[in-house]
């Protein structure tokens, strides 16, 4: 079965720091990924897409990039914080062409800059 | 663009209680809908999901939602709220891209947070 791994669960960080969020996916090849943010009282927002390796989209322009290394991983990054990165962020995947299968979200990272 | 209502913020039952989730949608053709759960410092996960069919679909955990296309609605309902319940709750809209490349995404509600009195 396919299973969604994000670490770390927690990560309290200064401003002006580098980050580095990690997401692999396991039991499935190719699939679609995706890193969202989720702010208080403001919903889930896309912030970038891959659906292969080294293919990112970019939906909101900010302070944060990400890179698809190998097939089955994405990792979100940033070389200086800002406060308002502070969020709960959540990755997911999804099987290519498959648009009734939805997407399976992993267990979030919650980012304090402080 | 395809668009998410989901009108309450927040919504507060008693234990026992039915409960009923509201979600619009606007799009001019049927898309795939999807309601996913939240609970606190989690990750989401699907509850049910309708791209064809039966209109009524049956989740986990005993929701099920109704798929009313002239009301372009796919409100959540369950007859007995838990106090596990509580959670957040978010609907969701998906479309197959054009692009060739097999990917599609999702557009989001912006939730609604289930409130249950014991």
């Known amino acids: 079965s396919q299973t969604i791994h994000q670490w770390p669960a927690t990560l309290v960080q200064p401003v002006g720091s580098p980050l580095s969020l990690e997401c692999t996916v396991e039991?499935?090849?190719?699939?679609?990924l995706y890193w969202y943010r989720q702010a208080a009282g403001r919903g889930l927002q896309l912030l970038f897409y891959?659906?292969?390796?080294?293919?990112i989209s970019s939906e909101v322009p900010q302070n944060l990039s990400a890179s698809r290394p190998q097939d089955r991983q994405f990792i979100l990054s940033s070389k200086k914080l800002l406060l308002s990165d502070s969020g709960f962020y959540l990755c997911?995947?999804?099987?290519?062409?498959?648009?009734?299968?939805?997407?399976?979200f992993g267990s979030g990272t919650r980012l304090t800059v402080v | 663009a395809q668009s998410v209502t989901q009108p309450d913020i927040h919504i507060t039952v008693s234990e026992g209680a039915s409960l009923e989730l509201r979600c619009n949608y606007s799009?001019?053709?049927?898309?795939?809908l999807f309601w996913y759960v939240q609970s606190p410092g989690q990750g989401l996960q699907l509850l049910l999901k309708?791209?064809?069919?039966?209109?009524l679909v049956q989740g986990i955990k005993g929701f099920e939602a109704e798929f009313k296309r002239s009301q372009s609605s796919f409100n959540l309902r369950k007859p007995s709220v838990h106090w596990s319940d509580a959670a957040e709750y978010f609907c969701?809209?998906?479309?197959?891209?054009?692009?060739?490349?097999?990917?599609?995404?999702?557009?989001f509600g912006k939730g609604t947070k289930l409130s249950v009195i014991p």
């Open positions: 997911a995947w999804s099987p290519k062409g498959y648009s009734n299968y939805g997407y399976t």
């Open positions: 039991g499935t090849s190719n699939p679609n």
């Open positions: 891959s659906v292969g390796i080294g293919q």
């Open positions: 799009y001019g053709a049927t898309p795939y």
């Open positions: 309708y791209f064809s069919g039966d209109t």
């Open positions: 969701a809209v998906g479309l197959k891209e054009n692009s060739g490349a097999g990917s599609y995404q999702l557009t």
